[in-house]
């Protein structure tokens, strides 16, 4: 049996899991993992410039493409505690990554030592395992297992623990000995989805509410196929968002309390059932539950068996992966239509579609300075299909998952349930070296932007161009919104007169600068007809520097986004759309002039 550190170990068991690619900081603990990947030189390193940056670029990179696994690395103590807001983001939204800490040596972990902090016992909460690995020999079991638990059931983050004694002690290992570990996947049966089918059936406004587990299982296309053999409307959520395109006919909107639309939220009202598939009924989804539930019935998939009825319990439950349910639903809806015992939906789906066109909230706005809406409407015009979206919370994201527009899966990377600020750049990072040759266009408020903006440094080191469009009403928006059932302004204004740059106009930070100082390009805009030509012009930098590059969009201080608490009373602020020119690049718009342009 060859002998080898048992790290050299792990890093050949990463390398036959599939990582090509690790984020992460250096430091003196976690050396010898830094000296097994030099020596092996096959798996390329992002070097962070804080580790909780590392973390969410591990979880941009997995959520890019299917089968990816982020992998943050870092020292012991601080590190380690730097990467639990990624770990938590993470278990939240059932992202794998895996997260790899180094540890004082073992004889001293209970001494006080440097940087020795039991990592393992602050991330068990947020990881589907976390360890610290005491006895070399079980280093590649270890990681075995993390393997097998990330990708197994729900998927979710693991932290594997290192102390530098356990990294540098020599084991007997052979990595063609080595096999990663059947993966566990629950399956819908034949009965199951009978019975949901007939639910189905029985219903007359039925809809279908797509979740992120829809994205994860890799299942967009078996979802679109089952919606079309149905004819059934598709809500998706947040997490879903892309895994129907937005101008596909069935896609009747997302409903909830703040990334929604007005149709989104009428259709799931006007439905008498709803199958939701690989979603966990978020709370800004479904809004006061009474509200949600009353007049129809619920049919839940989930991969996670105490998932089901912890929210509200359904009539039905289905213990599955969304991809496995997804594939027998189509096999038994296809059987079903060709003995003809599929009802026709075609009066329904208008209805939805009718909605789609009509129930519009303006985005046209010409005001100086720029109103947030006409922002949106302008990166519909800049950004095509292709575009990969990132986006973490605040008002800039709310509107963005009302105003844009997402055409597939895995373009919409959203920390959706943790929201972490500053997730938005490390993330959008991450995306960029998963799919280099992707159009990245990151979105942030101006205090997300700020929370790891050092992390432009990495874009610019590593050659990872994108576009981030910050969106500066010099305010915590969000908050300062919520702030009004306080009747306060409290602790909520990033403003303040810059002594360097007066030209900022009290508006606090200069962002080009700090852009530009940290070797990125950055563009800023005041004015709504600037914007469009400023996109354009960051796609020619993007290409000509390949580095990140900034547009920042000074809007106006305060606008109130639409929002609620109960999906049937949103609070619009602003007018409604009452003729197209108000909405010129809502998805109905958008078709209608897709379909004239054919004629
Ligand atoms: C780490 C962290 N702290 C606090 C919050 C609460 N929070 C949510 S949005 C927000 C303000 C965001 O401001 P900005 O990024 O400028 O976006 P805006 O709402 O102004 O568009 C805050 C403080 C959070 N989500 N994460
Ligand atoms: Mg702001």
Same mark, same amino acid.
């Given at each position: ?14 390398? +036959? ?7 992460? !900081?250096?430091? =003196? #603990? &976690?050396?010898?993992?830094? %000296?097994? $990947? ?69 004889? +001293? ?7 020795? !902090?039991?990592? =393992? #016992? &602050?991330?068990?909460?947020? %990881?589907? $395992? ?78 279908? !509410?797509?979740?992120?587990? &829809?994205?994860?299982?890799? %299942? ?80 839940? !998939? ?298």
């Amino acid at each position: 049996m060859p002998r080898r550190k048992a790290i050299e170990a792990a890093v050949q068991i990463l390398q +036959r899991e599939g990582v090509r690619h690790a984020f992460g !900081v250096p430091g =003196a #603990a &976690i050396n010898p993992f830094y %000296a097994a $990947l030099r020596e092996r030189g096959a798996i390329a390193h992002i070097l962070a410039r804080h580790v909780e940056g590392a973390s969410h670029m591990a979880e941009g990179y997995t959520r890019a493409r299917a089968g990816n696994i982020g992998v943050c690395v870092g020292t012991s103590g601080p590190a380690g505690t730097d990467m639990i807001t990624g770990l938590y983001s993470a278990a939240a939204d059932s992202i794998p990554i895996l997260c790899i800490t180094g540890q004082a040596p073992t004889a +001293r972990l209970h001494k006080e030592d440097f940087q020795a !902090v039991d990592i =393992a #016992a &602050i991330a068990k909460p947020v %990881a589907k $395992l976390a360890t610290t690995v005491l006895e070399p020999a079980q280093v590649p079991g270890a990681f075995q297992q993390a393997f097998h638990l990330m990708r197994s059931g729900r998927p979710g983050p693991v932290l594997i623990d290192l102390p530098f004694d356990v990294q540098m002690a020599e084991i007997d290992f052979d990595i063609d000995a080595y096999e990663p570990l059947p993966v566990h996947k629950p399956a819908a049966t034949r009965a199951q989805v009978d019975k949901a089918l007939d639910m189905l059936e029985a219903a007359e406004r039925p809809l279908l !509410v797509a979740g992120g587990g &829809i994205i994860n299982a890799d %299942a967009a296309d078996l979802l679109v196929e089952f919606a079309e053999l149905l004819d059934v409307p598709v809500i998706p959520t947040l997490m879903g968002w892309g895994a129907i395109p937005d101008d596909h006919r069935l896609m009747a909107g997302m409903a909830g309390l703040q990334t929604a639309q007005r149709y989104g939220n009428a259709n799931l009202l006007a439905s008498d059932l709803v199958l939701g598939i690989g979603n966990r009924w978020a709370n800004r989804h479904t809004g006061g539950l009474e509200v949600y539930r009353r007049g129809r019935r619920f049919v839940h !998939v989930d991969i996670e068996p105490t998932q089901i009825g912890r929210v509200f319990p359904p009539d039905l439950g289905i213990v599955s992966d969304a991809g496995l349910a997804l594939q027998r639903f189509v096999d038994v809806a296809r059987e079903r239509r060709e003995a003809g015992r599929l009802a026709d939906r075609s009066g329904w789906v208008e209805e939805c579609a009718e909605r789609k066109r009509t129930m519009l909230r303006r985005t046209h706005f010409d005001d100086i300075p720029v109103k947030p809406q006409r922002v949106y409407e302008e990166m519909n015009r800049a950004f095509g299909r292709d575009t990969r979206y990132v986006s973490t919370i605040g008002l800039s994201q709310i509107a963005g998952g009302q105003f844009l527009h997402v055409y597939r899966p895995r373009h919409w990377v959203n920390a959706g349930q943790a929201g972490p600020l500053g997730w938005t750049l490390p993330a959008a990072l991450g995306v960029c070296v998963a799919d280099p040759e992707a159009t990245v266009v990151a979105l942030s408020g101006d205090y997300d932007f700020q929370f790891l903006i050092e992390e432009l440094a990495v874009g610019a080191q590593f050659n990872l161009p994108y576009i981030h469009v910050l969106v500066n009403n010099s305010y915590l928006g969000l908050i300062r919104q919520a702030q009004q059932a306080f009747d306060m302004d409290y602790c909520v204004q990033l403003s303040f007169d810059n002594v360097n740059s007066p030209e900022v106009g009290g508006y606090g930070v200069d962002h080009v600068k700090v852009a530009e100082g940290l070797g990125c390009k950055a563009l800023r805009v005041r004015t709504p007809g600037e914007i469009l030509p400023a996109l354009e012009e960051a796609k020619k930098l993007m290409a000509e520097f390949r580095v990140p590059v900034v547009v920042e969009i000074i809007l106006e201080r305060v606008t109130n986004i639409s929002m609620g608490t109960d999906i049937d009373s949103i609070v619009e602020f602003e007018e409604l759309a009452t003729r197209g020119e108000d909405a010129p690049t809502a998805i109905s718009a958008l078709n209608l002039k897709e379909m004239q342009f054919l004629d």
